[in-house]
């Protein structure tokens, strides 16, 4: 019908945009949990552009996208439907997983958005915790290249709203979505912000790894009942807060900042998402003050470095010493990382080095012999049995 043809092609020109590149530190946050491949939770009232975001994304990543609405399916559909076979008895009951996970196993990838989480009820809630964390629906296992990202409306907003239960709720980077009138009115006229995806550079990653491992470290050992402290109340519950699990996130996360380069305000969004407000604020902020070294550029010429003063950049500094060479061992790099901890013995915080002096004589090839730089920790390495004899 020619009248409707042109009434299509009037609202496709309606839909019709471009993007353009913008800063915008929440966005970067999600791209960057992401590019991780951690589970994001997108927190927000309805219709703010949570989907077209996502939708924007998983183009960005050259993945199909798969929305799968939480609230309206059961939990058999995240834990399997049962089909019984010939003999079940002897080969068991498979549990058959749903058309949208069948698609992204086939694809290999993709990424997978369930919506209005908050709407539904605890028994699937329950359901979708294997699949969060272990990327398995029914029988099917998920492939690892697929992404999971969660939306939820405040339970004030949300129709029949439940709060998340506390284990669900801790397999998330926690992001609080909102809108911009600028940014919606500039959209509507025709031009919405692009959504990028973070590119790691190859070249970074064993020394990005080994500078987190020694932050998480270092702030942990310096706060410990920060390690894990699940809050009193059930609204907070439902949200972001600190376990081995989330720090475990918070180590990812700093990993690809450092090996992608984003921002300081998108990484400080994504930790205080992972780990909450407190542990997260207080951990950016100590990021700010660590300023660690390369520990690549240490290991290449350990005579050269000047250990640094303060206790807690200390133990980050030798943990992240000691990772890096744990990504690449060799006799000279390993000799190298006890010329380093030599170096904090000289300084008169040997205490600080041991954690370290015993994680690195575990690296130790037997042909290799025994260093004159490891006099000073000849006693803690034989109480740990990492130097018998």
């Known amino acids: 019908m020619p009248g409707l043809a042109a009434a299509d092609a009037l609202v496709a020109a309606t839909r019709a945009w471009r993007t353009e590149p913008v ?32 939708q924007q994304l998983a183009e960005g990543m050259g993945t199909p996208l798969e929305t799968v609405i939480a609230s309206v399916h059961e939990p058999s559909d995240f834990a399997g439907l049962p089909v019984v076979g010939d003999s079940p008895a002897t080969d068991g009951v498979p549990m058959a997983p749903p058309d949208w996970a069948v698609r992204l196993a086939r694809a290999g990838t993709g990424l997978v958005f369930f919506d209005e989480l908050s709407s539904a009820p605890p028994a699937v809630q329950a359901a979708l915790l294997r699949v969060v ?25 949300a129709a029949d709203g439940w709060h998340l239960s506390p284990p669900l709720a801790n397999r998330f980077v926690h992001l609080h979505w909102t809108h911009d009138a600028r940014t919606v009115a500039r959209g509507l006229a025709g031009t919405w912000p692009a959504v990028s995806v973070p590119t790691v550079e190859p070249g970074r990653t064993s020394t990005a790894l080994a500078k987190a491992r ?11 009942g920060l390690a894990h402290h699940l809050p009193a109340d059930t609204e907070a519950r439902g949200g972001a807060w600190p376990s081995p699990r989330t720090w475990e996130m918070v180590l990812r996360l700093l990993t690809f900042h450092y090996s992608a380069g984003t921002s300081a305000e998108a990484l400080a969004l ?53 990772s890096a060479v744990q990504t690449r061992v060799d006799r000279r790099r390993w000799e190298a990382g006890w010329t380093v901890l030599e170096k904090a013995v000289e300084a008169g915080v040997p205490d600080v080095a041991a954690r370290a002096a015993m994680d690195l004589a575990a690296l130790r090839d037997p042909a290799w012999p025994v260093p004159a730089t490891i006099d000073a920790f000849v006693e803690v390495l034989r109480l740990s049995g990492r130097l018998p004899g």
């Open 23 to 54: 800063h915008d530190p929440k966005v970067e946050a999600l791209a960057l949990a992401v590019s991780a491949n951690l589970p994001v939770l997108l927190w927000g009232e309805p219709g703010i552009g949570k989907s077209a975001t996502l």
């Open 133 to 157: 964390l272990e990327r398995r629906v029914g029988s099917l296992q998920l492939p690892p290249a697929v992404r999971i990202v969660a939306a939820a409306n405040p339970p004030t907003s």
């Open 214 to 224: 020694g932050a998480v470290a270092g702030f942990l050992t310096a706060r410990p």
């Open 270 to 322: 994504a930790v205080v998402g992972a780990v909450g407000d407190g542990a997260g604020l207080e951990f950016v902020s100590y990021l700010e003050h660590l300023d660690l070294p390369d520990p690549e550029r240490v290991l290449a010429n350990p005579e050269a470095f000047a250990l640094p003063e303060r206790g807690d950049r200390q133990l980050a500094f030798l943990t992240a010493v000691v």
